[in-house]
């Protein structure tokens, strides 16, 4: 069964950071992964999606990596903003299956 | 507005009663999911159906849970004699599967939150 880990699970920063997130999964045997936003009280809004013959995506200060021989993936936000404040979300679709694992999720604060 | 969109956003109910949430993907979607989500938890998933057809139900969908999606559009959840446990937010998806290709992106609404008292 596959299970998806993400460190840390809250994480606060001053305004200007470069962050790191940390997205780790158990069966390698992906097809894909997709990082999701997730406003309190809001649904999910897609971020990413790394395809599992890729190695990264970027989207204007967000890149996402793919390692998925060690089973890790991680989310770069570059130049921080309180606007960034959210939950980050990393999901994966196994191979032969058609739904989302998904972590628990990081709980990103950004203060002014 | 283009996005998935889930009704009721809010419902409130007695333990006991019956609910029923909507679901309208993205036009042209032959995907259609729909997770759970409690407070400090990802989603977890509960089923999903190709055009019309249900292909996949997950086992935290008991008995009292049915899900539909007559003609390939719209779907609708049920959840009968609701339980306390049952109080969550109830996200649909949709996406476009082209076979043999390693997946698009899943496309999520902003959720129907289930408060059973």
């Known amino acids: 069964k596959q299970e998806v880990t993400q460190i840390p699970a809250a994480l606060s920063v001053p305004e200007g950071e470069n962050l790191v997130l940390n997205c780790s999964f158990t069966d390698s045997a992906i097809y894909n992964l997709q990082w999701f936003r997730q406003d309190p009280g809001k649904g999910l809004t897609s971020l990413l999606l790394?395809?599992?013959?890729?190695r990264e995506q970027t989207s204007g200060r967000l890149n996402a990596s793919l390692d998925k021989s060690s089973g890790r993936s991680t989310l770069y936000i570059a130049a921080s903003q309180p606007g960034d404040s959210a939950t980050y979300l990393c999901a994966v679709m196994n191979s032969g299956y058609s739904t989302l694992t998904f972590g628990k999720g990081t709980m990103l604060l950004v203060s002014p | 507005d283009t996005g998935v969109s889930q009704d009721p956003r809010h419902k409130i109910t007695k333990r006991g009663q019956n609910v029923t949430f909507r679901c309208d993907p993205i036009s042209e979607h032959n995907r259609l999911y729909w997770y759970r989500q409690t407070l400090g938890q990802g989603p977890e998933f509960l089923t999903y159906?190709?055009?019309?057809?249900?292909?996949?139900k997950s086992r935290l969908l008991s008995d009292r849970f049915s899900a539909e999606r007559p003609k390939g559009s719209f779907s609708t959840l049920e959840i009968q004699r609701t339980e306390q446990g049952d109080s969550a937010m109830y996200l649909c998806?949709?996406?476009?599967?082209?076979?043999?290709?390693?997946?698009?992106?899943?496309?999520f609404g902003e959720g129907s939150w289930l408060t059973v008292v």
């Open positions: 998806a949709s996406s476009f599967r082209v076979e043999g290709a390693t997946g698009n992106t899943i496309y």
């Open positions: 790394i395809q599992s013959s890729q």
């Open positions: 159906f190709q055009n019309e057809a249900q292909l996949e």
